[in-house]
């Protein structure tokens, strides 16, 4: 079913629909008619697949979608782009993520899980060469995600699996300032670096406006440019993609980071997640 040889990344996790509903500002208990609405395939895998494959590498994802009318929906759009053989659940809808983005950018998510917690091990190939790996996914197919690949880049959105990560040696982590400070119970960022270093490599912590900070064997920031923001929905994915890449090409750490903030900030200015 999968050709590593024809694949430069594996990425594995979820597949929704996103909706967006673009306003002024949320206020609770109020009606509210959108500025502008949209609609596309997301979720983080999802997400970083589709920037990787448009960056002109050669993607296989691996996730779950019902057989319904989003699904065939999401289908048809990605394997325009990339290589997508879904499991497809019974019983059950593919997942859904309303999104309200006010005018300041900042917006406000509303998940239904749907077929994404079903993605079987079994759908996960014997041996990747690069793999994105979502945390969320159900434990079993995280472990074997890890167990298959030689090199694995870990997206720790969800913070309850760090104690699998714990015992694997992964690459790479990506996470953001607030999933690492609930994983440690400690403000201190040096210090909550310097403690998920003994379970990665390479660290790459992404701070919203403030940038990013990359820790390897050296300590890096890079500050965040000031654009005019329409849209922050993707912008952590746009970071996973961006340093994927650049690691894939063999960039020095420095050009990799400085794609990272190039291609988040052009993300950040579209309607768009991907």
């Given at each position: 079913m999968f050709s590593k040889e024809k694949t430069d990344v594996f990425c594995i996790g979820k597949t929704n629909l996103d909706i967006f509903y673009y306003i002024d500002k949320i206020q609770i208990e109020e009606n509210h008619v959108a500025n502008n609405f949209a609609y596309f395939p997301g979720g983080k895998a999802t997400n970083v697949a589709i920037n990787l494959a448009n960056l002109g590498l050669k993607v296989t994802l691996i996730s779950t979608i019902a057989d319904d009318i989003f699904g065939r929906y999401i289908k048809e759009k990605l394997e325009n782009i990339l290589m997508f053989k879904p499991q497809i659940v019974k019983n059950e809808n593919t997942a859904l993520t309303s999104i309200v983005v006010e005018d300041s950018g900042a917006n406000t998510m509303f998940h239904n899980l749907g077929a994404n917690q079903f993605l079987?091990?079994?759908?996960?190939?014997?041996?990747?060469?690069?793999?994105?790996?979502q945390t969320g996914i159900p434990q079993e197919t995280l472990i074997k995600s890890l167990q298959s690949s030689k090199t694995a880049f870990v997206e720790l959105s969800e913070t309850?699996?760090?104690?699998?990560?714990?015992?694997?040696?992964?690459?790479?982590?990506?996470?953001?300032?607030?999933?690492?400070?609930?994983?440690?119970?400690?403000?201190?960022?040096?210090?909550?670096l310097a403690k998920l270093s003994h379970f990665a490599k390479h660290i790459v912590l992404k701070m919203g406006k403030e940038g990013i900070i990359?820790?390897?064997?050296?300590?890096?920031?890079?500050?965040?440019?000031?654009?005019?923001?329409?849209?922050?929905?993707?912008?952590?994915?746009?970071?996973?993609?961006?340093?994927?890449?650049?690691?894939?090409?063999?960039?020095?750490?420095?050009?990799?980071?400085?794609?990272?903030?190039?291609?988040?900030s052009e993300k950040i200015q579209s309607i768009y997640s991907t």
């Open positions: 079987s091990s079994q759908a996960i190939p014997d041996n990747m060469n690069f793999a994105f790996i309850s699996q760090f104690e699998i990560l714990k015992n694997f040696s992964a690459e790479y982590v990506s996470l953001n300032k607030d999933e690492l400070i609930k994983i440690f119970k400690e403000e201190n960022i040096e210090k909550n990359y820790a390897g064997d050296t300590i890096i920031r890079k500050k965040a440019k000031s654009v005019k923001v329409i849209n922050t929905a993707g912008a952590g994915d746009a970071v996973s993609a961006a340093f994927i890449y650049g690691t894939i090409n063999g960039w020095e750490i420095e050009k990799t980071l400085d794609f990272c903030i190039e291609f988040a």
